[in-house]
């Protein structure tokens, strides 16, 4: 009986979706968001992604695909190899808001349908 409850609960684990609990999560480099767990579908903070200063430029958002709601605010500051924004295509909620400075490689933000 025990072992069928835990069974239980491991397979439930796995339906349920992930949520980062923090105040902010910071993606400073490539590395950083190839780091983030894909997996991650709600942020309950602000999501930063910041490639002010980086010797590793954030080219690409392929990770924080599954994201579908921010709590709080995404800040896109300064990514300078960053063309587009498809890993935030699954976004649904941004319940705080968008800023988005000195991005000059990006070109348009069409799949971003909030």
């Known amino acids: 009986m025990i072992r069928s409850i835990i069974l239980s609960a491991v397979f439930v684990s796995f339906l349920l979706p992930r949520t980062l609990f923090s105040q902010a999560v910071v993606l400073q480099s490539q590395a950083d968001v190839d780091a983030f767990d894909p997996a ?15 010797s590793d430029p954030i080219t690409n958002l392929s990770n ?7 709590s ?12 587009n924004i498809d890993g935030l295509s699954n976004l649904s909620t941004i319940s705080g ?18």
């Not at 991650?40 to 980086?54: E, F, M, R």
């Not at 924080?64 to 921010?70: D, H, P, V, W």
């Not at 808001?97 to 799949?111: E, F, Q, T, V």
């Open 72 to 83: 709080l605010f995404i800040y896109m500051i300064s990514n300078v190899a960053l063309t």
């Open 97 to 114: 808001g968008l800023k988005i400075n000195n991005n000059a490689a990006l070109s348009n933000l069409m799949d971003l349908q909030i």
């Open 64 to 70: 924080l695909s599954n994201l579908t709601s921010i």
């Open 40 to 54: 991650t579908t709600t942020i309950n903070g602000n999501l930063n992604i910041n490639g002010y200063q980086s």
